[in-house]
Nanobody, 111 residues
Framework: QVQLVESGGGLVQPGGSLRLSCAASGLVFSLTTMGWYRQAPGKQREWVAS???????KYADSVQGRFTISRDNVKNTVYLQMNSLKPEDTAVYYC?????WGQGTQVTVSS
């Protein structure tokens, strides 16, 4: 079955950067669209970014220009580079493919 394992979350000051990773197994990774979502306390889970098999990317308006999604088809890993982080980016970040989700990684942006 599909397994997704996120890593790279943590505590960062406003304006700082983090890079999240999601290692995938149990699927033909290179042919699959991968996505990142996030869920802040008391809010619904929201889509952040996606990357398809041709490495074409899309972003939510709230992160456009600050976040970059990328993939490594050799390592079966998708990344989310997050720059210029804001307190409102605080959330649990989840990796997604089709109906499968990772366990999530906490990102906290605070001074």
């Amino acid at each position: 079955q599909v397994q997704l394992v996120e890593s790279g979350g943590g505590l960062v000051q406003p304006g700082g950067s983090l890079r999240l990773s999601c290692a995938a197994s149990g699927l033909v990774f290179s042919l699959t669209t991968m996505g990142w979502y996030r869920q802040a306390p008391g809010k619904q889970r929201e889509w952040v970014a996606s990357i398809n098999s041709a490495s074409s990317t899309k972003y939510a308006d709230s992160v456009q220009g600050r976040f970059t999604i990328s993939r490594d088809n050799v390592k079966n890993t998708v990344y989310l580079q997050m720059n210029s982080l804001k307190p409102e980016d605080t959330a649990v970040y989840y990796c997604n493919v089709l109906v499968s989700w990772g366990q999530g990684t906490q990102v906290t942006v605070s001074s």
